[in-house]
């Protein structure tokens, strides 16, 4: 078992209970093989969380984006508690390095796994409300999701990033993106997809998720990055000839 003194400093928050953390890190496989563990799996405050993330995300934006719409609230919130979202709020936690998985699932890469990291992100949420209340896990979240909001309003991730790229790629190049699955990995409770989206013959991005839906909307994201980067090269060389 982990010493939890440390990951309860990086989150800002101590447990009274502290059943309810190790419950939040651990991953089913784990039980699995330590059928005597006492206690159960992050499952059931996965479940809780993802309900608490999405009330709390969408009263923070209702009440710090009154001259957004619906459709943009809903677009917004949408980004922020996608599975890659809450992975990457995870990794930045380092709540890898704190998780109980099985051998197997912890040697083939499960601490990085977004799958799994973006379930132990709802459950710890859920297992903060349980301990502490309402108040403590939206103070908790807030920290998280403030600075993710600036970066998806300027990066525009709020929008549809297939839809983007395809707009992009047809009006400059007259072409059409294609995807392509190159990976799958994982047991069925937590594959993971690698997805490739080429634009003429050229790998322009690659995204990993849970599913393939969200593995491409990442591979779009890349390479919606990098396009923008050669289009603006490309302006900038025009600029400067003689």
Do not use: W
């Not at 330590?34 to 969408?58: I, K, M, Q, W």
């Not at 393939?212 to 289009?231: D, I």
């Amino acid at each position: 078992m982990f010493n939890l003194s440390e990951l309860e400093k990086t989150l800002g928050t101590t447990f009274i209970d502290k059943s309810l953390l190790q419950r939040a890190l651990t991953h089913r496989s784990y039980l699995n093989e330590n059928p005597h563990y006492p206690l159960s799996d992050n499952e059931r405050l996965e479940f809780l969380g993802d309900a608490v993330l999405d009330f709390l995300t969408a009263k923070y934006l209702y009440n710090h984006f009154p001259e957004i719409a619906e459709g943009g609230l809903t677009s917004l919130r949408a980004a922020l508690v996608k599975g890659e979202t809450l992975a990457h709020f995870a990794a930045a936690l380092n709540l890898g390095e704190y998780l109980l998985l099985s051998r197997g699932e912890a040697e083939s890469g499960g601490r990085e796994r977004k799958g799994i990291l973006c379930a132990a992100f709802e459950a710890l949420v859920g297992a903060i409300l349980l301990d502490q209340g309402l108040q403590a896990a939206e103070d908790f979240l807030l920290r998280c999701i403030e600075p993710a909001v600036r970066h998806i309003l300027e990066e525009e991730l709020y929008r549809d990033a297939k839809s983007m790229l395809q707009e992009m790629t047809q009006g400059q190049l007259q072409i059409t993106p294609i995807y392509r699955t190159v990976a799958e990995r994982g047991p069925d409770h937590a594959k993971e997809f690698t997805v490739e989206v080429l634009i003429g013959n050229e790998v322009y991005g690659r995204g990993i998720g849970h599913n393939k839906q969200v593995a491409e909307q990442e591979a779009a994201q890349v390479a919606l990055q990098r396009m923008r980067q050669e289009l603006g090269e490309i302006r900038l060389l025009g600029f400067l000839k003689p």
